[in-house]
């Protein structure tokens, strides 16, 4: 549907689609019709098996993106140990970093600021690990440049906003 809305005009060609994990779709090809209707990035279910991704892989051409550490409300799993064989089976892949024992936090507002500074802090920090191993286990993974083409990065009034 997007793929063609993109073909006709409607939406610009550049207008990145990135479907949420909360899809569920699980399954090659639920994924690729996914993809064949116009996603740009899928964000795979967070507990599939290296099996199951790879078999998802070898069915659909775009990025995939994979939380290696979720809420609780998500599974609450920590993966960061799979980081370098999910990179070499599921490449082109974003390496997405959550927070498990995540509290609530939405809808967000000026009363819970200082909480959400807190855990984009801690995001950071879990993103600095997770590419520490990245660079101690696999140094041959090429990381995606600044602005990278699925990232779905939009400029508004100046501000880079992700």
Same mark, same amino acid.
């Given at each position: 549907m997007?793929?063609?809305?993109?073909?006709?005009?409607?939406?610009?060609?550049? !207008?990145?689609?990135?479907?949420?994990?909360?899809m569920?779709?699980?399954?090659?090809?639920?994924?690729?019709?996914?993809q064949?209707i116009?996603? #740009?990035?899928?964000n795979v279910p967070?507990?599939?098996?290296?099996?199951k991704l790879?078999?998802?892989r070898?069915?659909?051409?775009?990025?995939?993106?994979?939380?290696?550490e979720?809420? #609780?409300?998500?599974?609450g799993?920590?993966?960061?140990?799979?980081?370098?064989? =999910?990179i =070499?089976?599921?490449?082109?892949v974003?390496i997405? !970093?959550?927070?498990?024992?995540?509290?609530?936090?939405?809808?967000?507002?000026?009363?819970?600021?200082?909480?959400?500074?807190a855990?984009?802090k801690?995001?950071?920090?879990?993103?600095?690990?997770?590419?520490?191993?990245?660079k101690?286990?696999?140094?041959?993974?090429?990381?995606?440049?600044?602005?990278?083409?699925?990232?779905g990065?939009?400029? !508004?009034?100046?501000?880079?906003?992700t």
């Amino acid at each position: 549907m997007t793929k063609k809305m993109k073909e006709d005009g409607l939406l610009p060609q550049d !207008f990145v689609i990135k479907v949420s994990v909360q899809m569920m779709a699980a399954n090659p090809v639920s994924i690729r019709l996914i993809q064949d209707i116009g996603a #740009d990035t899928y964000n795979v279910p967070t507990a599939l098996t290296l099996p199951k991704l790879a078999a998802i892989r070898a069915a659909i051409d775009i990025p995939i993106d994979l939380y290696v550490e979720v809420s #609780d409300n998500f599974g609450g799993f920590l993966r960061y140990y799979e980081i370098p064989e =999910r990179i =070499r089976i599921l490449a082109p892949v974003y390496i997405k !970093f959550g927070l498990r024992n995540h509290p609530d936090v939405y809808p967000s507002g000026k009363h819970l600021e200082a909480q959400n500074l807190a855990l984009a802090k801690e995001r950071v920090h879990l993103a600095k690990i997770g590419a520490e191993m990245i660079k101690r286990y696999t140094p041959n993974a090429i990381t995606s440049k600044k602005g990278a083409e699925h990232l779905g990065i939009m400029k !508004f009034f100046n501000q880079t906003v992700t």
